[in-house]
Every structure is written in C-alpha cells, then in structure tokens.
C-alpha cells in the first residue's frame, strides 16, 4: 500500500537536497571551468557554469535512499544512471564528440537489456499483447537513448527541461497511482522534487545550467521510468501513452531529424530552429516561450492520463484531441505555417502581455 507521508517527505527531502548542493556544484563548476560560454547559437550573454545534472542526481537519490524501495533492476538502473551521468560531466567540462556520447549512452542502456529490462511487448486493440521477441532489445535501445537525446535537445532556454520533464514525471506519478505501481511512484516522486530544487536556481533569469549532466540524467530516467510503468500496461493502445506523455520533446527531436535532412546537415549539428528558438523569434519573451512550452506539455500530459484510462469507445475521441493538440503545436512552433499568426496572437492574449524580443 502507498504511504502518501512517505511520499511526501521524499519529495520534500529531493527538492531540499537539490536546492542545497546546487550551491556547491556551482562553486565546483566554476573552479574547474565547466562553463557554458556565449556564441552566436546561444542566446545567454555571460559564461554560466553547467554541471547541475550533480545536484539533481544527488536530490533524486536522496529522496529514494530515505525511501528504500526494493525492486530487481534498481541496481543497474542507477549504474546506468552513473554512467550517463559521468558521461555528460564530461561533456559539460570538455565538449566531447557526439559518438563518444551515444557510446556512453549505449553502455547505459546495456546495462538495463543485461539485467532483463527492455520493452519485451506492446498492447494493440483487438490484436491483443504483441510480444516483440528479439526485436525488444532494439527498440528498448532506440527508446531509452531517443528519449535521453530528446531532452537534452530540449535543454535551451532557463528552466525548460526541468519544467518539461516534471510535469512529465507528474502524469506518470499519477498513473502510477492508479495502477498501484510503487517503484514508479518512488522514482517520479524523487525525480519531481529534484526538478523543483534545481528550477529555483534555473529557471530564468538563471544562475546555473543542468548541462548535459543533468539532461541526459533527467533523459535516462524518463525513458526508464516509462518502461517500468506505462509499457508494462496492458491497456489498448498502451505503447502510445509515453509518446503522448514526451509528446512536446519527441516533436522536437522529430522535426529537428527531418530539417537536418533535408538541408544535408549532420543529423549531430547543433542549431537554434528547435521550437523554443522558433517561439522567442516569433517575439515572445525568454519566460512566456517557457510558460506556453510548459502549457502545452500539461495538456498532453493529462491527454495520456485520459487515454490510459479510456474504454475503447473513448479512445478515438482522445485520439482526435492529441492530433489537434500537435496541430495546434506545430502551427505555435512554426513547423507549418497557415494558421501561426492568429495562434501567436491567441497565445498572446492567452499570456496577457506585449510581446518582446529577448
């Protein structure tokens, strides 16, 4: 049975915990010059130190050690977790290549196919469970690294990912209820409250970076959680939940896949067309193009609460709202372009406020 105070208290102890070590990986940041520095792609104008993915680990750990869940594929997790966490220290100190990071995240992920978790089946209405067989490593593979470089490609404005992935982690938090999946819950709850530790430093104007640290961490661990709960839910249409839960990153990473191809540009080239950039060049402000990102998450994010609970006579009409969701959001971000300017001007309205470039 869920102890809701122990939940509580968890999530109390993470969001403490991040908050305080926040302050000393800040100062260890810029001792050993692990800097986020200015450029023509970024829209921050001083050095700012990375490396916050430390401290949102530490919380999240915190807030599960005080719980002590006993689950079989814990221990690889959090190696795995180690690992991706090293792995983008690294990348926020000394800007490695994009092969060394995939291969970092490839041994992560190794690390849950060896111990037995990976995305063995998905629910379809009237086929019933579809057992994957040898194709579930691959796609446990392509969905734990897509979902970890989903969000670090999210990662470019103050408080972005944090704030995406905890509105996230809450669906699945209450899904996890729900369905009385306690090692979910446990997860979620200590992820939230080191999201909401760190936003108090991050979010804008802010005073520190997560980095590819925190990202890829944050990342990782909603792609794991994911498959814990939601893929293990044999509901119709179950496979489709988590797509709909990180609906507003898998877009993102979607979009930006298809725009580097068809400009021959490396798949790997970092730019600033990502739908955050299209928002503040659209004229909205750093924090109003934050607030309506998150808006658009929550809404998917109780669209998946809904279509994991439908009957199958409702789920077509979720269905149609997820699709008129991303509609709505592709015309916002600027991926189609027919309706954008009366939608920019309904969100302005929505915000209450002139619009200014930052």
């Known amino acids: 049975m869920i102890n809701y105070v122990e939940l509580v208290i968890a999530l109390c102890i993470a969001i403490l915990g991040t908050f305080l070590l926040t302050y000393?990986?800040?100062?260890?940041?810029?001792?050993?010059?692990?800097?986020?520095?200015?450029?023509?792609r970024k829209i921050h104008k001083k050095v700012m130190p990375r490396l916050g993915g430390l401290a949102i680990f530490l919380g999240a750990f915190l807030g599960v050690l005080y719980l002590r869940p006993e689950h079989d594929y814990l221990p690889e997790i959090w190696i795995g977790a180690i690992v991706i966490l090293i792995t983008g220290a690294i990348d926020d100190k000394y800007t490695i290549s994009p092969v060394v990071k995939l291969t970092g995240q490839f041994v992560a992920t190794s690390f849950l196919v060896s111990s037995g978790l990976f995305i063995d089946?998905?629910?379809?209405?009237?086929?019933?469970?579809?057992?994957?067989?040898?194709?579930?490593?691959?796609?446990?593979?392509?969905?734990?690294?897509?979902?970890?470089?989903?969000?670090?490609?999210i990662d470019g404005l103050d408080g972005l990912a944090s704030g995406v992935t905890t509105i996230a982690l809450i669906s699945i938090f209450i899904m996890s209820i729900i369905d009385m999946q306690w090692i979910v819950t446990v997860l979620c709850i200590a992820m939230i409250g080191a999201n909401i530790g760190f936003l108090f430093h991050n979010f804008h104007p802010a005073k520190i970076y997560m980095g590819d640290s925190g990202s890829n961490f944050l990342g990782f661990m909603i792609a794991v959680i994911s498959m814990l709960g939601l893929f293990k839910n044999l509901t119709f249409?179950?496979?489709?939940?988590?797509?709909?839960?990180?609906?507003?990153?898998?877009?993102?990473?979607?979009?930006?896949?298809?725009?580097?191809?068809?400009?021959?540009?490396?798949?790997?080239?970092?730019?600033?067309?990502?739908?955050?950039?299209?928002?503040?060049k659209a004229g909205f402000s750093h924090r109003k193009t934050v607030l309506i990102i998150y808006m658009f998450s929550a809404l998917f994010g109780m669209l998946a609460i809904l279509f994991s609970n439908a009957?199958?006579?409702?789920?077509?009409?979720?269905?149609?709202?997820?699709?008129?969701?991303?509609?709505?959001?592709?015309?916002?971000?600027?991926?189609?372009?027919?309706?954008?300017?009366?939608m920019i001007s309904t969100l302005d309205k929505i915000f209450r406020g002139k619009r200014r470039t930052q």
């Not at 629910?123 to 897509?146: A, C, D, Q, R």
């Not at 993102?252 to 928002?279: C, G, P, W």
């Open 24 to 40: 000393p990986v800040k100062w260890f940041a810029i001792k050993i010059d692990a800097v986020d520095r200015p450029n023509q």
């Open 237 to 280: 249409f179950s496979f489709i939940v988590p797509i709909i839960v990180l609906a507003v990153p898998i877009f993102d990473t979607l979009f930006a896949i298809y725009r580097r191809a068809i400009n021959n540009e490396s798949i790997m080239q970092a730019d600033n067309k990502h739908v955050h950039y299209q928002l503040l």
């Open 121 to 153: 089946r998905i629910t379809l209405p009237f086929f019933g469970v579809v057992e994957l067989g040898l194709l579930s490593v691959i796609v446990t593979v392509v969905w734990v690294i897509g979902i970890t470089n989903a969000i670090n490609l």
């Open 311 to 342: 009957s199958m006579s409702t789920l077509l009409i979720v269905f149609g709202f997820v699709i008129l969701l991303l509609h709505l959001f592709a015309e916002v971000s600027g991926t189609v372009g027919s309706g954008r300017k009366p």
